[in-house]
């Protein structure tokens, strides 16, 4: 009698995990990607994780912080791949998958090509940096509660988040 309960009692714990499992919640940061072949020909493709903003402020509360590189995402590095070589802001960079990166301070974003592109967000070397392109933030025209990466037929890549529009041309 003792084994037939503890195989019921198995039983019912195994249901019950299986269950609770199926029950899958939509993560905080969940993957997006964009893609785009520009007019130039260029196919670009950014793939990233999303965070919120929730109600905290960027910058104090979440990133970016200025004179900190961060992620531009959340998660793992955010990919930027080029299908042929190409121009940032007229700055050459060869076709291949990278890392990108921000980094903030005074109003100046300044954009990150990582040499370096499979591997955990918050890992940065500057030793592997491919190129570095440096604009000015705006505001939106909208706010943009969840980090959103458009790319425009004209090549402009635009990254939104909260109250801050950075982004830069791929010719």
Request: net charge positive.
């Amino acid at each position: 009698m003792k084994k037939l309960l503890f195989f019921l009692a198995g039983i019912c714990l195994v249901i019950g995990v299986s269950a609770q499992n199926g029950e899958k919640k939509k993560p905080a940061s969940p993957p997006a990607a964009v893609s785009k072949t520009v007019k130039s020909g260029v196919t670009v493709s950014i793939n990233y994780s999303q965070p919120s903003v929730k109600g905290r402020t960027i910058g104090k509360d979440v990133e970016p912080t200025d004179g900190k590189v961060w992620r531009a995402g959340a998660n793992k590095t955010t990919l930027f791949e080029l299908s042929k070589d190409a121009t940032i802001n007229g700055k050459p960079l060869p076709a291949g998958k990278y890392g990108l990166h921000v980094l903030t301070g005074n109003g100046d974003w300044t954009f990150i090509f990582s040499k370096k592109w499979d591997q955990w967000g918050t890992e940065y070397n500057e030793a592997d940096d491919a190129l570095r392109v440096t604009v000015k933030s705006k505001k939106p025209a909208k706010f943009a509660e969840a980090l959103t990466y458009t790319i425009s037929d004209n090549g402009q890549v635009a990254l939104l988040w909260g109250d801050h529009e950075a982004g830069f041309t791929v010719k």
